[in-house]
C-alpha cells in the first residue's frame, strides 16, 4: 500500500504541534511571512521545535523572501525543509541551502507554462534540492490556508497529458477539508497533502478532532 504523506501547515502553538504528531501527521509548517495571519514569530518557532517530538518535520513556509532572509531562519531553527509560496525563480532557489518545496498555482492560464519553467530548471540548473511541487488554489488572496478549493479537474488533465513528467513528487493542496481529501487522494495519488485552513476551530488555531478526521480519511483512502 502506498502511504501519502500528511503535512498540517499553519502551525503557530505549540499544542497544534503536538496534537499534530499525536494523529500521524508526517511534517508540520510553520509560515515566516508577516502578511499572513499565521505568521510565527521566531521565539514561538522555537518553542514549537524544542516541544516537537523525533519523525515529525519541520517545514518553514516564505513568501518571496530573499536566499539570505531564508537562511538566516534555517540557520538560526537549524531547519532542513522550506516552502516557497511566492514567485520565486529558479535562481532564487539555487541559492536556498535547504531541501525545497516549491508552490505553483494552478492557473489555467499559466500552469503548463510555470510547469514547464521548472522542468527546465531542474534540467539545467541541476535543482536536485528540489524535491516537491505543492499545488495551490490559484488567485489573489494572501498564500496558502485560503480554504478555497484547488481546480481538481485541472491538476488531472495535466497530469494526463503528461505535464508532470520530469519533475518532483506532486503535493496536493488548496481547500482540502476531512470531507474532501479523500476524493483527491483516490483520484490524484499524489505523493503528499498539505492543509491549514481545513483543520482549523478558528484562523491560526488547530482543532485536534479535525486534524484526526483529516489524517484517518487520508489512510482510509490508501486502503482502498
Do not use: Y
Amino acid at each position: 500500500m502506498n502511504r501519502t504523506r500528511v503535512k498540517i501547515c499553519g502551525i503557530c502553538r505549540v499544542e497544534d504541534a503536538l496534537a499534530a504528531a499525536r494523529a500521524g501527521a508526517d511534517a508540520i509548517g510553520m509560515v515566516f511571512h508577516p502578511a499572513s495571519a499565521r505568521n510565527v514569530e521566531v521565539e514561538v518557532a522555537e518553542r514549537i521545535l524544542a516541544a516537537l517530538p523525533p519523525f515529525v518535520t519541520p517545514v518553514g513556509l516564505f513568501v518571496d523572501a530573499s536566499a539570505e532572509q531564508v537562511a538566516n531562519f534555517v540557520g538560526r531553527l537549524g531547519l532542513r525543509h522550506v516552502q516557497l509560496h511566492g514567485r520565486e525563480t529558479p535562481a532564487v532557489v539555487t541559492r536556498v541551502r535547504a531541501t525545497v518545496i516549491k508552490a505553483v498555482r494552478v492557473d489555467p492560464g499559466g500552469f503548463a507554462q510555470e510547469l514547464a519553467v521548472w522542468r527546465r530548471a531542474i534540467r539545467e540548473c541541476e535543482l536536485r534540492h528540489l524535491r516537491g511541487l505543492v499545488l495551490e488554489t490559484a488567485g489573489d488572496g494572501a498564500p496558502g490556508g485560503t480554504g478555497v478549493a484547488n481546480d481538481w479537474a485541472a491538476v488531472r488533465r495535466a497530469r494526463e497529458e503528461g505535464l508532470f513528467d520530469g519533475l518532483p513528487p506532486m503535493i496536493a493542496a488548496g481547500g482540502l477539508t476531512p470531507e474532501t481529501v479523500a476524493a483527491v487522494v483516490r483520484d490524484l495519488r499524489p505523493w503528499a497533502v498539505d492543509v491549514s485552513s481545513g483543520v482549523e476551530r478558528v484562523k491560526g488555531e488547530k482543532s485536534e478532532e479535525k486534524i484526526r478526521a483529516f489524517i484517518e480519511a487520508v489512510r482510509e483512502a490508501d486502503r482502498s
